[in-house]
């Protein structure tokens, strides 16, 4: 099946010249938005497998809708494409929900390459910026470790459990899993279990 992707930029040659790339490489771009206003009002009934946005959109920013695509529509996956590389505005943008982030200095094969992959689940960074996520996010969470059960029940997720599964198992309540996944997702700065499985994987808590 075809790959369905929208293009958020504000910029209608950029737009117009990546929908093209998209569309010459067999990929269907099912719709296109300047702002994040007009982002958030389309995606819904666009249904995209992939967002391909820029940060610097007009109100509300990239940041914003893609937290907002990210808690409405989870399994819609959010790929920046953006001028700026600073570390800032790729950890803002990884905490929002984004599953990867290029530069726009990225070549078309490479973007074509990550909208594939992002696709299919795959964190998807400009060389250099993926140390710098998971630095962040290693740092973060010495900072403020998880309990023994907090990890636990991070493993049952990431293995693809329930929240009604992990309570059986460990033998708890439903409302005390989401409050231990609740505290994991504040202690981790992450906004939802999409986030939070990813995180998880990749950190080996899966195998564990």
């Known amino acids: 099946m075809s790959i369905r992707v929208m293009v958020v930029d504000d910029h209608p040659m950029w737009r117009e010249a990546v929908e093209r790339d998209l569309t010459e490489a067999g ?10 206003r007009e982002a958030l009002a389309r995606v819904p009934a666009a ?18 809708v893609t937290a907002a695509i990210a808690e409405q529509l989870p399994q819609t996956r959010v790929l920046i494409l953006s001028a700026s590389g600073e570390q800032a505005d790729v950890l803002a ?13 990225a070549s078309r094969e490479e ?7 992002v696709a ?3 964190a998807v960074f400009t060389p250099g910026l993926a140390g710098l996520v998971l630095g962040e996010f290693q740092r973060e969470t010495v900072e403020t470790p998880l309990t023994e059960r907090e990890t636990e ?3 049952m997720v990431a293995k693809g459990l329930s929240y009604r599964q992990i309570a059986e198992r460990l033998v708890v309540s439903h409302r005390t899993v989401q409050n231990h996944v609740q505290n ?9 279990r ?3 499985t990813r995180y998880a994987i990749e950190h080996g808590l899966d195998q564990a």
């Open 27 to 36: 990929l269907e771009v099912v719709a296109t938005a300047s702002d994040g």
């Open 47 to 64: 249904r995209p497998d992939v967002v391909l946005l820029d940060l610097q959109i007009p109100a509300p920013d990239g940041v914003a």
């Open 93 to 105: 943008a990884v905490k929002a929900g984004a599953t990867g982030y290029l530069v726009k200095s």
């Open 111 to 117: 973007l074509l390459d990550a909208v594939r992959r």
């Open 120 to 122: 299919e689940g795959d």
């Open 153 to 155: 029940v991070l493993r």
């Open 184 to 192: 994991t997702l504040r202690k981790l700065q992450m906004h939802n």
């Open 194 to 196: 999409v986030e939070l």
